[in-house]
């Protein structure tokens, strides 16, 4: 089974930091595009931070310069360090990334991961 796997979220307080981990386990082929989103209450689902295969990075305007996306492509997993941090951060952090499978006829296909708290406290 293809999943993609969250964790380090948690309570933090302002200022302080996290590192998200997204780890892509099963029969995996290639990742292309990985990306971190997140849904505050009674918001939207916005992008936070995106890589591409090649490396180009890409950030939301409210955390650039703050938060880092990177990837260890020999581990299939990528990150979200995220410094400080304010209470407005406070969401549930999805993970997503487009994969190659051996399900997929050889075309990647969008994974979400299962999301995990984030809250900082003022």
């Known amino acids: 089974q293809v999943q993609l796997v969250e964790s380090g979220g948690g309570l933090v307080k302002y200022g302080g930091s996290l590192r998200l981990s997204c780890a892509a386990s099963?029969?995996?082929?290639?990742?292309?595009?990985r990306g971190w989103y997140r849904q505050a209450p009674g918001k939207q689902r916005e992008l936070v931070a995106a890589i591409t295969r090649d490396g180009r990075t890409n950030y939301a305007d409210s955390v650039r310069g703050r938060f880092t996306i990177s990837r260890d492509t020999a581990e299939n997993t990528f990150y979200l360090q995220m410094d400080s941090l304010k209470p407005e951060d406070t969401a549930v952090y999805y993970c997503n990334a487009d994969l190659v499978t051996p399900y997929g006829l050889g075309s990647p296909e969008n994974y979400w991961g299962q999301g995990t708290q984030v809250t900082v406290s003022s």
């Open positions: 099963g029969r995996i082929f290639s990742i292309h595009a």
